[in-house]
């Protein structure tokens, strides 16, 4: 397996459920950025980044364009803005339309960071009650990266997981209270 | 062949189609940011039923209409009436008491798109009292959108979310009073459009348009390289008088920009600034 360069991560309904279980839980010197798309109302504050940023010792901050991400950090994508990688791993914010009805929208998270970090790629989808990211999960596991799943019983909505796993034969299904243990050991991995 | 390598193929052709359009039509697309661009042209191959930025680019040489629509993939931008309705408050609450002791206010919104902003504006100046003196140049590069723009019609099932943004912004009437509604849509009324003259202008290509009083560029530079920005932000210093207002998107800023220091910060929050005298 190829060390983990990048971590990418979607989820929708339940999701700041989820990721207080396992943002907090991540090492301190976790080696890798985490970007983060999470759905949520076009002119709400971003409030998940201010709980996770309290709840965890890694630094959780809302992403800005031309942003270089670095290791341990968790970078979450602004109300009404699509997160995207540029090749090079420089992240751009975009008004497009909504994709999946979503803006941010997990699908083009995950699609461009599949072609910017291919192979040393990992990408997460959480509780939801969409299918949007499994159409990114598909190109991520096309381009030689991993995919993570959440496994549905364990998600407060289990549609988005479901819809990701019918699509991703490769995926990896872990329940919830494994994902943070399962990143803390495979991130730390060096190529092999 | 290696993932990465198709990539590469990828991306090269892709500067060629760009290197085509500016040599072709003069739209220079060269400084954009990659992962935009891309994700844009990879819709019109897939709608087209073309196989590759190659493929695109033959077309778009010898088809003109064909290059229309590739223009116009690359040269929409979503918005809507009060996007970021704080901003709007804001711009009552910080901007408007200095603009009211201007005898003529001159406003530029750059990259006006479809209009929906710059209607805004228009109203939120109209309540201030302001905007019988005001003269409002709304630009873009597409010939199209600027048509639409002036048209001022919109889809009617978009004017709740329209509404809901203004009543946040701090809006003073009942939104009603700026739109008549036809069939499935509402036209704004044709007294905000008097005082708005719609015209072509291309940021990347062309030059300084002069004594602004106030210049909006909102979630436009976003799709620019960092040069491209740098490049745009100071013909936006050139084109304000001293004490200008300069506002961008939410998400943008003039932080590490080559003009931070030649302004000052009216809200940090609202990225509302000032051009220093």
């Known amino acids: 397996m190829k060390k983990i360069r990048a971590v990418v991560i979607g989820t929708s309904a339940g999701g700041l459920n989820a990721l207080s279980r396992i943002i907090p839980e991540l090492d301190k010197d976790f080696p890798a950025p985490l970007i983060l798309v999470q759905h949520m109302s076009p002119d709400g504050s971003n409030y998940t980044v201010s709980l996770l940023d309290r709840q965890s010792e890694l630094t959780v901050k809302e992403a800005d364009e031309k942003e270089i991400p670095k290791a341990g950090t968790i970078y979450v994508a602004p109300p009404n803005y699509h997160l995207l990688v540029e090749r090079d791993g420089t992240l751009e914010l975009s008004v497009d339309p909504r994709i999946n009805y979503s803006r941010p929208s997990i699908d083009v998270l995950f699609e461009t960071a599949a072609e910017a970090w291919g192979e040393e790629l990992l990408g997460i989808v959480l509780t939801g009650a969409n299918s949007d990211g499994s159409k990114g999960a598909e190109k991520i596991l096309a381009m030689g990266g991993r995919v993570l799943v959440q496994a549905p019983e364990t998600a407060d909505a289990a549609a988005m997981p479901e819809a990701a796993i019918k699509r991703c034969k490769k995926a990896e299904v872990i329940p919830l209270e494994e994902i943070a243990l399962w990143l803390n050991i495979n991130c730390k991995k060096r190529n092999i | ?277």
């Open chain 2, 1 to 277: 062949m290696k993932k990465e390598k198709i990539l590469d193929n990828e991306y090269l052709e892709m500067d060629l189609l760009l290197e085509g359009i500016y040599r072709k039509y003069g739209f220079d697309f060269r400084e954009y940011s990659g992962v935009h661009l891309k994700r844009r042209l990879s819709h019109r191959l897939s709608v087209s039923g073309l196989k590759s930025f190659t493929q695109i680019l033959h077309r778009v040489i010898y088809d003109e209409e064909f290059f229309k629509l590739v223009l116009l993939d690359l040269s929409i931008n979503v918005t809507e009436m009060y996007r970021d309705p704080a901003f709007y408050l804001t711009l009552r609450e910080k901007v408007v008491p200095y603009l009211s002791t201007y005898p003529f206010i001159k406003v530029w919104h750059a990259g006006c798109s479809a209009g929906q902003e710059v209607y805004s504006d228009a109203i939120l100046l109209e309540e201030e009292g302001l905007l019988g003196r005001t003269q409002i140049y709304a630009t873009d590069f597409n010939e199209r959108i600027l048509k639409e723009a002036g048209e001022g019609i919109y889809p009617i099932e978009n004017i709740k979310a329209y509404t809901e943004n203004y009543q946040k912004a701090g809006g003073k009437a009942s939104f009603a009073d700026y739109y008549s509604a036809n069939y499935d849509s509402a036209i704004i009324k044709p007294a905000l459009r008097e005082h708005i003259l719609f015209s072509f202008h291309n940021l990347v290509t062309d030059g300084v348009f002069g004594e602004m009083n106030m210049i909006f560029c909102r979630n436009v530079m976003i799709y620019f390289n960092k040069e491209l920005q740098n490049r745009v932000l100071k013909l936006f210093h050139e084109s304000l008088v001293p004490g200008g207002f300069l506002c961008l998107g939410s998400k943008e800023s003039l932080k590490f920009s080559e003009v931070e220091d030649r302004f000052e910060i009216v809200s940090a929050a609202q990225k509302i600034y000032r051009k220093k005298r």
